[in-house]
């Protein structure tokens, strides 16, 4: 059942609208619970409470603010949030400020830098923020895209015994005016496609492991060092090992070695002290460094269709960089597919090319379109019932006959303005053709001074193609047509 309770008792008031349906109900003011005619039961909290054993949703297509500022007795418009932008703000600034810091220092440079991050929040900011609206008529400026925002005054938390996901298509921006504090029960992992900034600005960088190693690896490039005081290595043994060559240099003194030998320089005094000094004579020892990365053995299939119609992209190119760096190209066949082998497992960044087939090629027309049209190619059967048809239309011999001269010379004069496109037609041999047959004939049914005016007329040719159908295209000349079909001579 379904019920609806408003309820003034003294100093407990409360409304309640209820579905027995998945216990769903709207709770407002002094809730209690109210199960059926009994009437109160226990108290349950005061507020509102909007609940369900079902499923629940909010919508709201223009944004939605979800907050814990305070608004005493429903004071300002719902969408009120000085505080919530204000501390966006000031996030962004700080965002900002220490990001042109790192650039400072060199910890970012070129495409790596925080500062388009910072830009994207200002924007954002001024759209939850926004500008304008007319508060006579309701119309409020917040929220002028539809953004969720979360805020309180206090603090937000989130909890689960699962897993928490949160997903960004653009970026994710984390401020904190204190600290930001991290506590992992197993591993922290990160991997990353492009690089790794980090930047301490005054107390400087701890990286300790308690119980196992510490490896830095550099698998394509350098390793770079860089102190300004000392830097100190302490160990129980300490190894250096180079493929080539360790080159020490110290203030202009230095030892330099590889295969060629041991190379000593100095422009001061070389002091040696030891109990004895031997030169038994050649002695070396292989190097032993760790093993190179091994090619992936990934594959990556990759396909290429327009979203339209599932054409495949024959022969456009692609190129695909896989974690370590390697590049691997190709070009897509017939169907749209391609694989990409030999990859380091791990993410892709793959770039498609263009379609290189040109446009306008009859293979780029994915569908059949209907033009240009073309004439069907009649049997001499059927150009003889054509012409004897056009020929004798009912009445058109005795109708001529019954003209006069003058309207007959109109008439042709007339038929000889048609446009000069008709005559250039695929069907222009036909009107030819027709052309003697339609005077003879009509020469026999006039008078004679109608027939010897209508053999007057240089135009006389032209009267057979008035027969033609009206509208009737040049179809030889439209963009793109096909070659004009050979018709057979109609047999007269």
Do not use: C
């Amino acid at each position: 059942s379904n019920h609806l309770i408003l309820d003034d008792t003294n100093g407990q008031i409360q409304t309640q609208l209820k579905s027995d349906h998945d216990h769903s109900q709207l709770s407002l003011g002094h809730i209690s619970r109210v199960e059926d005619v009994a009437g109160r039961k226990d108290p349950r909290g005061q507020g509102f409470e909007l609940r369900t054993d079902g499923h629940g949703a909010i919508r709201a297509t223009q944004g939605l603010l979800i907050t814990t500022e305070s608004r005493p007795a429903a004071r300002a418009h719902i969408t009120d949030m000085g505080e919530t932008t204000e501390r966006l703000k000031q996030a962004q600034t700080q965002h900002q400020a220490q990001a042109d810091t790192a650039k400072e220092y060199a910890a970012l440079d070129g495409d790596i830098d925080q500062s388009p991050v910072a830009d994207i929040l200002k924007a954002q900011n001024d759209s939850i923020k926004g500008s304008g609206g007319d508060p006579s008529k309701g119309d409020f400026p917040e929220l002028t895209a539809p953004h969720l925002v979360l805020a309180s005054p206090v603090g937000i938390e989130t909890t689960t015994p699962g897993t928490t996901h949160i997903s960004s298509g653009d970026h994710i921006a984390l401020t904190s005016g204190g600290h930001t504090s991290l506590a992992v029960g197993k591993s922290l992992m990160a991997s990353v496609v492009d690089a790794v900034r980090l930047f301490a600005y005054k107390a400087g960088m701890k990286l300790i492991s308690a119980s196992a190693d510490i490896d830095i690896q550099a698998l394509k490039t350098n390793i770079n060092l860089l102190a300004k005081l000392d830097i100190t290595q302490t160990a129980n043994k300490i190894t250096l090992t180079a493929k080539e060559e360790i080159l020490l240099n110290g203030a202009g003194s230095y030892i330099k070695l590889n295969a060629g030998g041991i190379e000593h320089g100095t422009k001061g005094s070389w002091v040696a002290h030891a109990a004895t000094h031997s030169m038994p004579g050649p002695a070396g020892k292989s190097a032993k460094l760790p093993p190179e990365p091994k090619p992936g053995k990934g594959n990556l299939d990759l396909f290429n269709h327009y979203a339209t119609n599932s054409a495949a992209l024959e022969g456009a190119p692609y190129e695909v960089t896989d974690a370590l760096g390697k590049v691997v190209k190709g070009t897509f066949d017939a169907s749209g597919k391609s694989t990409a082998s030999g990859l380091f497992p791990g993410p892709a960044k793959v770039m498609f090319g263009d379609d290189p087939r040109n446009p306008w090629d009859k293979p780029s027309y994915f569908g059949k379109p209907d033009w240009p049209a073309q004439m069907p190619t009649p049997s001499p059967d059927a150009g003889d019932a054509s012409l004897g048809k056009l020929l004798d239309l009912p009445g058109t011999a005795k109708q001529a006959a019954s003209m006069a001269p003058s309207k007959l010379a109109a008439l042709a004069q007339s038929a000889a303005k048609l446009p000069a496109a008709l005559t250039q037609s695929p069907v222009a041999a036909l009107a030819s053709a027709a052309t003697g047959a339609v005077s003879s004939k009509l020469a026999a049914a006039l008078p004679g001074g109608a027939a010897a005016a209508l053999g007057k007329l240089a135009g006389g040719a032209d009267l057979a193609k008035a027969a033609l159908p009206a509208g009737m295209p040049a179809l030889d000349k439209l963009p793109g047509a096909l070659p004009a079909p050979k018709l057979p001579t109609p047999h007269l």
